[in-house]
């Protein structure tokens, strides 16, 4: 069987200069339209890879931010642990007289953030977890020895250290030293409140009994007297005392209440009782009930009148 083969013979076509004007019009259309098309692409691209960017940045810059914070909470910690006592110079001159009342106002945030970083730096009391980490990490944080006044030593060296920190970390806020020390005193009595609210709580059925009332509530810091708290005083300039300003809504019985809380307190410190200064009552001033004080406060607390 014999294969054969045909050769097909191209024609030429014949195209006119219109027709091929109106082909290579039609050409550069589709072209251009193409291109339009792949750039609008790569535009939806380049947009989408920069909102990628955007997102990669902001998560970077929140890492550093958190591992910032935490290096820098943790480098505050140990200063203040590890930081030697310093021995008292010009900057003690300022602590022995502490400047409680502050020159300038500022905002109540402003205030409340220094306040909070005081008592993320300082021992907690009160700290209420399980947590052995948590736990370890607050007692390695430094605390004031409420055994003695707040501008005696080891509590003068340590408002030195707390200043220095303050002074860098909370530069922003506008406070001066003055300002800063104040504050510091505030946590310092508040600590030492801290100290009689709980040994009444330990002592509750004790105190309520030798009281023969219920002594709840009773135990408010704004109805404690500043001369009660902190205020020094130098007698013949060898011994040091409190004197004592009780405020004149008080009533007498608030009055026994109160001492009788503070012998439970000299009690439990044992032999370290000898640090507590003597207490010298010295006037009744003609005071009104503080604002601060709750609702809560029993009837009997208050003198006849107020």
């Known amino acids: 069987m014999t294969i054969q083969r045909r050769q097909l013979a191209l024609r030429p076509i014949e195209i006119t200069n219109e027709q091929l004007i109106e082909i290579l019009s039609t050409l550069k259309t589709n072209m251009t339209a193409m291109g339009n ?30 591992a910032t914070s935490s290096i ?30 502050a020159p300038y106002e500022f905002s109540k945030k402003a205030s409340n953030d220094v306040y909070a970083h005081i008592r993320n730096l300082m021992w907690d009391p009160k700290l209420k977890t399980i947590n052995q980490v948590d736990i370890l990490a607050n007692e390695s944080k430094p605390r004031w020895n409420t055994n003695v006044f707040f501008y005696k030593s080891p509590n003068k060296e340590l408002v030195v250290r707390l200043l220095e920190n303050l002074k860098r970390k909370c530069i922003h806020k506008g406070f001066r030293e003055a300002n800063f020390r104040a504050r510091l005193h505030k946590n310092f009595i508040s600590q030492n409140h801290t100290r009689r609210l709980l040994v009444y709580t330990d002592n509750k059925e004790a105190i309520d009994l030798q009281m023969k009332r219920d002594c709840d509530f009773t135990m408010q810091m ?56 003597e207490r010298v009552f010295t006037s009744v001033s003609n005071t009104a009930v503080p604002d601060d004080i709750t609702s809560k406060l029993p009837q009997w607390a208050l003198r006849d009148g107020y």
């Open 37 to 66: 098309n792949m750039a609008a692409d790569m535009s939806i691209v380049q947009e989408q890879i920069g909102t990628v960017e955007d997102k990669l940045l902001n998560m970077n810059s929140r890492i550093n931010v958190l």
């Open 72 to 101: 820098e909470t943790i480098t505050d910690i140990d200063s203040l642990s590890r930081a030697p006592l310093v021995s008292p110079t010009n900057t003690m001159a300022n602590v022995s007289q502490p400047a409680f009342n």
């Open 222 to 277: 704004a109805a404690m007297s500043n001369g009660e708290s902190a205020d020094e005083d130098f007698e013949n300039r060898t011994k040091s005392i409190v004197k004592i300003v009780r405020p004149g809504w008080r009533s007498d019985e608030f009055n026994t209440l109160i001492k009788l809380v503070d012998k439970y307190v000299i009690e439990a410190m044992g032999s370290s009782a000898f640090q507590m200064k």
